[in-house]
């Protein structure tokens, strides 16, 4: 069955606050994404790598960076959390074919006070 | 740059059947899907169409691609209180060279009342 897990299902930081957030799957994927999700804004791409130690910026990388040394472990980091940066994240990964299937974590739903 | 449109809600009844409706911009656009995220859950792909085809039907999803004014439907028959969720339409398109990026859209919530 395949998998993708996120380490954290709700985490509480605090502002300023340097925030790991970790994503790993068990397909052998090239692909990894992060998105964040927020009401009424549907999913928004931050950053994805199409193979290790690679990365390509989305929509919204700001604030954001990220981390690929294994190919099955994509990481994204908070630089200096914010309370804008509150919302819920969910990552995914693909093959690295047009048209394949992508599989979701559950989210973290980070809460930054 | 690419973007995928859909409207935000959606009400039926039991029984009835749904169609959620989704406009693209990116014409190179190779695949178009439909996820599903049930309350508190990930996203999981329901259903796709290649961008040749012009509808595709898997049990009670029909899916029907009008590529000319880029419009995507789905199509639930027999809607069930258990298809009550959020589905995104999202497109699959080439980034800075790069395979498999997903554009979606802002998600339907469907409520489907008893």
């Known amino acids: 069955d395949v998998k993708v897990t996120q380490s954290s299902r709700y985490l509480v930081k605090r502002t300023g606050e340097k925030v790991f957030l970790e994503c790993v799957q068990d397909?052998?994927?090239?692909?990894m994404f992060w998105y964040r999700q927020d009401p009424g804004l549907g999913l928004r791409l931050i950053y994805f790598?199409?193979?290790?130690?690679?990365?390509e910026k989305g929509d919204i990388p700001e604030g954001y960076s990220v981390s690929r040394e294994k190919k099955e472990r994509f990481s994204l980091i908070l630089e200096s959390a914010s309370t804008n940066q509150t919302s819920m994240y969910l990552c995914?990964?693909?093959?690295?074919?047009?048209?394949?299937?992508?599989?979701f974590g559950q989210g973290t739903r980070l809460t930054v006070v | 740059g690419e973007d995928v449109e859909q409207s935000l809600f959606l009400s039926v009844r039991e029984g009835d059947s749904s169609v959620i409706n989704c406009t693209y911009t990116?014409?190179?656009?190779?695949?178009l899907y439909w996820y599903k995220q049930e309350p508190g859950a990930g996203l999981q792909l329901l259903t796709y169409?290649?961008?040749?085809?012009d509808m595709k039907q898997d049990q009670r999803l029909t899916v029907l691609l009008n590529k000319k004014d880029k419009h995507l439907s789905l199509r639930i028959a027999d809607t069930q209180t258990g298809d009550s969720a959020i589905y995104f339409c999202?497109?699959?398109?080439?980034?800075?060279?790069?395979?498999?990026?997903?554009?979606f859209g802002k998600g339907t919530k469907l409520s489907v009342k008893p």
């Open positions: 995914a990964s693909s093959l690295g074919v047009v048209g394949t299937e992508a599989f």
């Open positions: 397909m052998d994927h090239e692909n």
């Open positions: 790598s199409y193979d290790v130690k690679m990365k």
């Open positions: 990116d014409s190179s656009s190779t695949y």
């Open positions: 169409i290649f961008s040749n085809m």
């Open positions: 999202a497109e699959s398109t080439y980034y800075g060279g790069s395979q498999g990026n997903l554009i």
